[in-house]
């Protein structure tokens, strides 16, 4: 038919018009990647703020750039099919950048193309995240709240670094976690409250920071 379509066509074509949206990046599934750049995001919303994601300077902007187009784990991620494991990349990939991960000691395998249960400092039961324990590992930055929606931790061991900013209250959240040492670096600020309703915690560590208040 020679009428114009009046949905815009998933497939290339070679007309003159420039389009009235801009381009999206190539996408390394087989989804258009335009569909697939919006159900990513979408699902990274769930867990981070649409202002932090948008802003492509910050710890979330370039984990969320990355897990939706630079990720080269194959097969490749599907939203709606891996929704956990994008999640847990996309939430490992902004502490990396939070943390300044390019300057730490220890980093083998992270960002790659192996399963993150393959990246150095990082232990799965099956294919989930439950120990997250890059200490002395020269991190430098803050603690991303998105720590918070790995919900199957057991073990978060972040001490022994340059870790500045505050503890975030989503740590709260992690109703499996047992253990939790972040001494040894520059914190500030209060000792959140939701802490303290961590059922299963058993071990807290906290010395040699500049935490206010009382646990």
């Given amino acids: 038919s020679s009428e114009p379509s009046s949905f815009p066509s998933l497939i290339p074509t070679e007309s003159s018009e420039p389009s009235s949206f801009p381009s999206s990046f190539p996408s390394a599934s087989g989804a258009p990647s335009s569909t697939r750049d919006k159900l990513m995001k979408r699902l990274l ?3 981070s703020s649409e202002g932090a994601l948008n802003n492509k ?4 902007g370039k984990a969320s750039l990355w ?19 994008i999640i847990q990349r996309y939430v490992l990939a902004a502490f ?16 790659g193309s192996e399963t993150e249960c393959d990246w150095d400092r990082v232990d799965c039961s099956g294919d989930v995240v439950t120990k997250l324990q890059p200490y002395a590992n ?15 931790l057991v073990l978060l061991a972040l001490d022994t670094n340059q870790l500045t900013g505050e503890i975030p209250t989503e740590l709260g959240q992690l109703d ?5 040492f972040l001494h040894g670096n520059q914190l500030t600020g209060g000792i959140p409250t939701e802490l303290g309703g961590l059922g299963s915690l058993e ?12 646990i």
């Fill in 138 to 152: 020269n991190l430098v930055g803050s603690i991303p709240s998105e720590v918070g929606s790995l919900d199957s």
């Fill in 45 to 47: 919303l769930t867990v």
């Fill in 176 to 180: 499996s976690l047992e253990r939790l």
């Fill in 67 to 85: 897990v939706t187009i630079d990720d080269t784990i194959s097969p490749p991620l599907q939203p709606g099919t891996n929704d956990d494991q």
């Fill in 57 to 60: 300077d910050s710890p979330q």
């Fill in 203 to 214: 071990y807290l560590v906290l010395f040699e920071n500049q935490l206010t208040g009382e």
């Fill in 96 to 111: 990396y950048y939070a943390t300044g991960g390019d300057g730490w000691t220890n980093g083998n395998g992270w960002l």
